[in-house]
């Protein structure tokens, strides 16, 4: 094992105990039960230190508002809040294949924007420590594929993903929540749109081709009626 200063892993601590397991047996040590350490074991395996692992949920606005910020602040675009969706995510497509982060040391951001950061700064120590328990992040009020662009900005910013060489390494699954009555019945059409970004396409394959989708049924209901909301959710492609 590592030292004692080393973060303790899921991972490493297998390791240790699989290494006990292997020297009790050596020595002729089996119990017919299979004992505490090999049903510590199968926990460890099934479960992890996390028991359960955590999702992040955040509204698209505030995504949207914290990368006009950056976007400001760096020079590269003053007006994105203006640009219509094609322009959106040709911009962010284009970001996203740069290494440099936007955000230079010591810049201050706006209390919304530093609190986004910080959110995926501790995604960024939680995977590190142990991959899987908080590589999550649902982004509500999903109306454009941007919306997902946008927090993968976010993620490049905090570490969770980069682009080097033309190869993708990602550690966070970003995913979208269609909630309004309009995007539940076009959300096939924006999935199609956000596939055929290339760069996206890379991210699904950094993260093993699986892109979870959520719909939402109770601000459908709000939007446009029991009835509706519920056609909607049946319908939604």
């Given at each position: 094992?590592?030292?004692?200063?080393?973060?303790?892993?899921?991972?490493?601590?297998?390791?240790?105990?699989?290494?006990?397991?292997?020297?009790?047996?050596?020595?002729?040590?089996?119990?017919?039960?299979?004992?505490?350490?090999?049903t510590l074991?199968?926990?460890?395996?099934?479960?992890?230190?996390?028991?359960?692992?955590?999702?992040?949920?955040?509204?698209?606005?505030?995504?949207?508002?914290?990368?006009?910020?950056?976007?400001?602040?760096?020079?590269?675009?003053?007006?994105?809040?203006?640009?219509?969706?094609?322009?959106?995510?040709?911009?962010?497509?284009?970001?996203?294949?740069?290494?440099?982060?936007?955000?230079?040391?010591?810049?201050?951001?706006?209390p919304t924007?530093?609190?986004?950061?910080?959110?995926?700064?501790?995604?960024?120590?939680?995977?590190?420590?142990?991959?899987?328990?908080?590589?999550?992040?649902?982004?509500?009020?999903?109306?454009?594929?941007?919306?997902?662009?946008?927090?993968?900005?976010?993620?490049?910013?905090?570490?969770?993903?980069?682009?080097?060489?033309?190869?993708?390494?990602?550690?966070?699954?970003?995913?979208?929540?269609?909630?309004?009555?309009?995007?539940?019945?076009?959300?096939?059409?924006?999935?199609?749109?956000?596939?055929?970004?290339?760069?996206?396409?890379?991210?699904?394959?950094?993260?093993?081709?699986?892109?979870?989708?959520?719909?939402?049924?109770?601000?459908?209901?709000?939007?446009?009626?029991?009835?509706?909301?519920?056609?909607a959710l049946?319908?939604?492609?």
């Open positions: 094992a590592a030292g004692g200063d080393a973060a303790l892993s899921t991972e490493s601590l297998l390791a240790d105990l699989e290494l006990l397991s292997r020297a009790l047996r050596d020595v002729g040590f089996r119990p017919a039960d299979g004992g505490r350490l090999e074991l199968a926990r460890l395996r099934s479960f992890g230190l996390r028991l359960v692992a955590f999702d992040i949920r955040q509204h698209s606005r505030v995504h949207e508002t914290a990368v006009a910020e950056l976007l400001e602040r760096a020079a590269v675009c003053g007006n994105y809040l203006d640009l219509d969706e094609a322009h959106r995510s040709q911009l962010l497509a284009d970001e996203l294949g740069r290494p440099r982060p936007l955000r230079l040391p010591g810049l201050e951001l706006t924007t530093a609190e986004v950061l910080e959110t995926m700064a501790v995604v960024r120590e939680a995977e590190s420590q142990d991959p899987g328990s908080m590589s999550t992040w649902i982004v509500s009020m999903t109306h454009d594929p941007s919306d997902l662009l946008e927090v993968l900005v976010l993620a490049r910013e905090a570490g969770l993903w980069r682009c080097e060489a033309g190869s993708v390494h990602a550690d966070l699954d970003v995913v979208p929540l269609f909630e309004t009555i309009d995007d539940l019945l076009h959300a096939g059409t924006r999935l199609a749109a956000l596939l055929d970004t290339p760069l996206y396409r890379q991210h699904l394959a950094a993260r093993g081709n699986h892109q979870e989708v959520m719909i939402g049924y109770s601000d459908s209901n709000k939007d446009g009626g029991y009835w509706m909301a519920n056609w049946h319908a939604a492609p």
